[in-house]
């Protein structure tokens, strides 16, 4: 009867479905601790002017967009996830072009690619996918749903959302851009730097079974 029971729970236990980690926040320390810079192009070279700092009163992440183009990438390797972030550009009299981005399985020193665009123009992915035993450029601006993103000066919201070969992007609620067959199925996460002044919150992280 011992024998039995110890093979129900076993089996019990076998056979409950695997839970979602529960969401971890991103927002890095200070020093930037467990986040490394990375050029773009990787074979660049890294600017020595820091451009990344943490307000820990305001909980937020500050790229000053003043150091050169590159990642801040979360050191840690991922799989599956779901990663919500609120972003904000500085407003700067005059400009129209503020450009910044959220990375999605880099490679590690960022050669390949996928990228949550932010720009006024619009939300929407491009990069470089690894398929077919090579990268290929893809652009998804043209198949963005809709503009959902808010003026200089205000809050956006993303949720991206990495599972097996697709990624989704969520604009302020509503997705607007959806990617199949990705060949890359772990990569790290980067915040880009890319000469405009924006502001990262609420950077949560959860890891899917």
Known sequence: MKTCIAVSILLAFAIAPVRAADPVDLLPAENLQGWSRIPIPA????????????DTAAKTLICTGEGGHEWLRYDKELSDFVLEA???FT???????????IGIRLSKQGEIWYQAQTGLAG???FGQNFADGGLKSFNL???MKENRVKP??????????AE???ITLSVNGEVVNELTGVGMRRGYIGLEAEGYEITFRNL?????P
Not at 43 to 54: A, D, E, F, Y
Not at 91 to 101: A, I
Not at 152 to 160: K, R, S, Y
Not at 204 to 208: A, I, M, N
């Open 141 to 143: 601006k043209a198949q």
């Open 152 to 161: 200089a000066g205000e809050w956006n919201h993303f949720l991206i959302r």
């Open 86 to 88: 609120d972003w904000r």
């Open 91 to 101: 407003p700067k009299d005059g400009e129209t072009k503020y450009n910044s981005g």
């Open 123 to 125: 939300a929407y992915l």
């Open 43 to 54: 074979i660049s070279g890294v600017n020595p002017k820091i451009q990344w700092r943490v």
């Open 204 to 208: 949560k992280l959860q890891t899917l």
């Open 164 to 166: 097996g070969d697709r």
